[in-house]
């Protein structure tokens, strides 16, 4: 869904007399083998080691059709530093990060990577041999490029305005297009209400039967939670599926409070499905939706699903903290996919520990998709912005599974994630977010958020 585009560009020592150009050769196919034993990875190389300025213009050139996101200056020995910097200008026009890397003599990517900086092109060094832990962070780099190119000409989609009075989770969309790269295109909610109503019932039939059949619990009450309700919580799923495509949106938010969740129906279930990579027709890609329409919540979403290479992600309230069992409760009514009630390829084994319950926000009612995740590694993000400034914390997390009887000292119909955390860490947390939302991905990718920050100039607080 998201691959990373990798283009290695050897540079070569332009005298014909050195006796190390035949090395240079050699290590040129070396490179481009070993990084294209990896998964998960495209890479392209340059027809031929560079030698020249000429050479630098015309292989960087051919190597551009393949649109990478991270380009490795691979100097083996030596090259002109000239050469290096003109490459890495044609390059710029493609290419979101520059690696110099060599695994021999210093001299050379020294000379390369400080001529780069001199003339204020941005670059990382690697050098050393060819292992899988220096492998490993061109990888991660060549994520953070992706993720940082790949937003660029994306197109945020906004249902209402703000949301409960929270200056939180509304953003300058010129400072938006500015930083990022990412338009935000606004919709009324009454778009919503008008395509749900001509949604074919047979569709909404075919979508709550998927559904009903799949969870392990509904808890119909006849009141705040019943057939009609749900139903047309999967009516308005549809409805927002289908503006999306129609606008074109890449993600989206839906403020939903008050005015839906009191007068229609609360879109927990909606903006949960529209997260999955799942639905009654078959995989699908997720769709990032932030609850609340939380726009900063929303960029820090898609982010995350970038730089995961499409994995669903999450919108979640600060909710509870255990002291006594350092556990720190976060849920949120809608903002998170059920495929994190179990983290599986089959919809089947995540929807089995998904409860629909009554939802205990908005007059109008609705379900509730209550779950507890696993046990399993996260990344925890959030933007925010202080006097303007865009801020992200960082935190690598571990959750464990709670009996599900616990989300009673929380909030009992939401789903959760619990995570274990220190008392001085989530002290630290806390006191540095300035935001209640915070986000989550399945697997580390602190490294290459790091990344993302300083490619976009964006202060990094990565509570470690």
Same mark, same amino acid.
């Given at each position: 869904?998201?691959?990373?585009?990798?283009?290695?560009?050897?540079?070569?020592?332009?005298?014909?007399?050195?006796?190390?150009?035949?090395?240079?050769?050699?290590?040129?196919?070396?490179?481009?083998?070993? %990084?294209?034993?990896?998964?998960?990875?495209?890479?392209?190389?340059?027809?031929?080691?560079?030698?020249?300025?000429?050479?630098?213009?015309?292989?960087?050139?051919?190597?551009?059709?393949?649109?990478?996101?991270?380009?490795?200056?691979?100097?083996?020995?030596?090259?002109?530093?000239?050469?290096?910097?003109? !490459?890495?200008?044609?390059?710029?026009?493609?290419?979101?990060?520059?690696?110099?890397?060599?695994?021999?003599?210093?001299?050379?990517?020294?000379?390369?990577?400080?001529?780069?900086?001199?003339?204020? =092109?941005?670059?990382?060094?690697?050098?050393?041999?060819?292992?899988?832990?220096?492998?490993?962070?061109?990888?991660?780099?060549?994520?953070?490029?992706?993720?940082?190119?790949? %937003?660029?000409?994306?197109?945020?989609?906004?249902?209402?305005?703000? *949301?409960?009075?929270?200056?939180?989770?509304?953003?300058?969309?010129?400072?938006?297009?500015?930083?990022?790269?990412?338009?935000?295109?606004?919709?009324?909610?009454?778009?919503?209400?008008?395509?749900?109503?001509?949604?074919?019932?047979?569709?909404?039939?075919?979508?709550?039967?998927?559904?009903?059949?799949?969870?392990?619990?509904?808890?119909?009450?006849?009141?705040?939670?019943?057939?009609?309700?749900?139903?047309?919580?999967?009516?308005?799923?549809?409805?927002?599926?289908?503006?999306?495509?129609?606008?074109?949106?890449?993600?989206?938010?839906?403020?939903?409070?008050?005015?839906?969740?009191?007068?229609?129906?609360?879109?927990?279930?909606?903006?949960? %499905?529209?997260?999955?990579?799942?639905?009654?027709?078959?995989?699908?890609?997720?769709?990032?939706?932030?609850?609340?329409?939380?726009?900063?919540?929303?960029?820090?979403?898609?982010?995350?699903?970038?730089?995961?290479?499409? /994995?669903?992600?999450? &919108?979640?309230?600060?909710?509870?903290?255990?002291?006594?069992?350092?556990?720190?409760?976060?849920?949120?009514?809608?903002?998170?996919?059920?495929?994190?009630?179990?983290?599986?390829? /089959?919809?089947?084994?995540?929807?089995?520990?998904?409860?629909?319950?009554?939802?205990?926000?908005?007059? *109008?009612?609705?379900? *509730?998709?209550?779950?507890?995740?696993?046990?399993?590694?996260?990344? &925890?993000?959030?933007?925010?912005?202080?006097?303007?400034?865009?801020?992200?914390?960082?935190?690598? *997390?571990?959750?464990?599974?709670?009996?599900?009887?616990?989300?009673?000292?929380?909030?009992?119909?939401?789903?959760?994630?619990?995570?274990?955390?220190?008392?001085?860490?989530?002290?630290? %947390? =806390?006191?540095?977010?300035?935001?209640?939302?915070?986000? !989550?991905?399945?697997?580390?990718?602190?490294?290459?958020?790091?990344?993302?920050?300083?490619? &976009?100039?964006?202060?990094?607080?990565?509570?470690?």
């Amino acid at each position: 869904m998201y691959t990373p585009r990798v283009g290695i560009i050897t540079l070569g020592d332009p005298r014909e007399e050195v006796p190390w150009r035949e090395k240079e050769d050699r290590k040129h196919r070396e490179l481009l083998e070993k %990084l294209r034993e990896i998964d998960g990875l495209e890479v392209y190389g340059t027809e031929k080691v560079v030698r020249s300025l000429k050479e630098a213009e015309s292989e960087v050139e051919k190597l551009l059709i393949k649109k990478p996101d991270l380009a490795v200056l691979h100097i083996p020995v030596w090259t002109y530093p000239s050469i290096t910097v003109r !490459a890495a200008e044609v390059a710029a026009k493609e290419v979101a990060l520059f690696v110099v890397y060599g695994d021999g003599v210093l001299s050379g990517i020294l000379a390369s990577g400080g001529a780069l900086s001199q003339v204020g =092109i941005r670059r990382e060094l690697l050098w050393g041999p060819m292992s899988r832990e220096n492998l490993s962070r061109l990888v991660k780099w060549a994520r953070a490029a992706m993720t940082v190119k790949r %937003l660029r000409g994306m197109t945020y989609g906004v249902f209402g305005g703000r *949301a409960l009075g929270m200056y939180t989770v509304v953003a300058d969309p010129s400072q938006i297009k500015m930083i990022f790269g990412v338009d935000v295109e606004h919709v009324d909610q009454l778009e919503i209400l008008r395509k749900a109503e001509k949604i074919p019932d047979e569709k909404v039939e075919k979508h709550y039967k998927w559904l009903v059949e799949r969870v392990g619990k509904i808890e119909f009450d006849g009141r705040v939670l019943t057939e009609e309700k749900l139903k047309r919580q999967i009516r308005a799923y549809l409805a927002l599926k289908e503006l999306i495509k129609e606008h074109g949106f890449d993600f989206c938010g839906v403020k939903c409070q008050p005015e839906l969740s009191d007068k229609y129906v609360n879109l927990c279930v909606a903006v949960a %499905l529209l997260n999955d990579p799942y639905d009654a027709e078959g995989p699908k890609e997720p769709v990032v939706c932030a609850c609340e329409v939380d726009h900063d919540g929303a960029l820090t979403m898609q982010i995350l699903k970038i730089v995961s290479g499409g /994995k669903p992600t999450t &919108l979640m309230d600060f909710l509870v903290y255990d002291p006594e069992e350092e556990l720190l409760y976060l849920g949120n009514c809608g903002g998170m996919s059920t495929w994190f009630a179990e983290t599986s390829s /089959k919809p089947e084994e995540n929807l089995e520990n998904v409860h629909l319950l009554p939802q205990v926000q908005g007059k *109008a009612g609705g379900a *509730a998709t209550q779950y507890v995740a696993p046990e399993k590694t996260f990344t &925890l993000a959030r933007l925010y912005r202080i006097k303007g400034e865009y801020h992200m914390v960082v935190l690598k *997390a571990e959750s464990t599974r709670v009996d599900r009887s616990k989300l009673k000292k929380s909030v009992w119909p939401w789903p959760h994630i619990v995570i274990k955390i220190s008392k001085d860490k989530v002290n630290k %947390l =806390i006191k540095t977010i300035k935001a209640n939302h915070l986000h !989550a991905v399945e697997g580390d990718y602190t490294e290459e958020l790091s990344k993302i920050c300083d490619l &976009l100039n964006i202060r990094l607080h990565n509570i470690a």
